[in-house]
Each structure stands twice: as C-alpha cells, then as structure tokens.
C-alpha cells in the first residue's frame, strides 16, 4: 500500500504560481512512476503530467506544457507540481497518483494508476 497527501493547493490570481506537493509513505516510493490529475467542476478528471521513477522521464498534457514542471525527490518520497502562469481554467482539485509498475510508458489514463491522494484544491481568479 502507498499513502499519498497532497498540499500546496489555494487561490492564486491569474498568471501566479503554486507548487503542489505529494507526500508518499508505504512502500518503496522509488519503485513508483507518478503523476498529477486534475478535476473540475462538471468536468471529467484529466491527465497533467507524469515522471518516471529515476525523475529522468516526464510526460505533460498539451494544456499545461510549458507552465507545468513535475519533479520528484525520492529521497525525501514527495513529489512537486510547479504551476506557474496559472490560467483560471486551472481552477480544478489536483490528484497525485501512483502505479506499481515502474515502466516508463505514458500512462494519460486515471485507471492506469493504483494510488490517488484526497486531492487539493487550486483556485486561479481572474
């Protein structure tokens, strides 16, 4: 079993920035590829963006390229999603996800992950 909690969330004005943590605890949080999913109001839950285990492969969706960076520091088990240039269509709870399997192959599907955090809300006003 992996726990995950994320934080950092809040509200932010348009062209701000947050960055989003998530801690894991469990297992080997090494063995793990994670990744970032996001859910509006009304909306269907949608991939962000993912890192492979050693941090040396990241994947994004086409809306957040280019302002979104993830990260991972697996000697501390937390993972970042710096969020600069926020647009209020950002506005969504951010889930941190995890999944067993540690190869690097791009996983955009919620149900590709084993693990998902409680979620933290993000506001970006205009």
């Known amino acids: 079993q992996v726990q995950l909690i994320e934080s950092g969330g809040g509200l932010v004005q348009a062209g701000g920035s947050l960055r989003l943590s998530c801690a894991a605890s469990g297992r080997i949080f090494s063995n793990y590829v994670m990744g970032w999913f996001r859910q509006a109001p009304g909306k269907e839950r949608e991939f962000v963006a993912a890192i492979s285990v050693s941090g040396g492969s990241t994947h994004y969706a086409d809306s957040v390229k280019g302002r979104f960076t993830i990260s991972r520091d697996n000697a501390k088990n937390t993972m970042y999603l710096q969020m600069n240039s926020l647009k209020p269509e950002d506005t969504a709870v951010y889930y941190c996800?995890?999944?067993?399997?540690?190869?690097?192959?791009?996983?955009?599907?919620?149900?590709?992950?084993?693990?998902w955090g409680q979620g933290t809300q993000v506001t970006v006003s205009s």
């Open positions: 996800v995890a999944d067993s399997d540690s190869s690097w192959i791009m996983r955009t599907s919620q149900y590709e992950y084993d693990y």
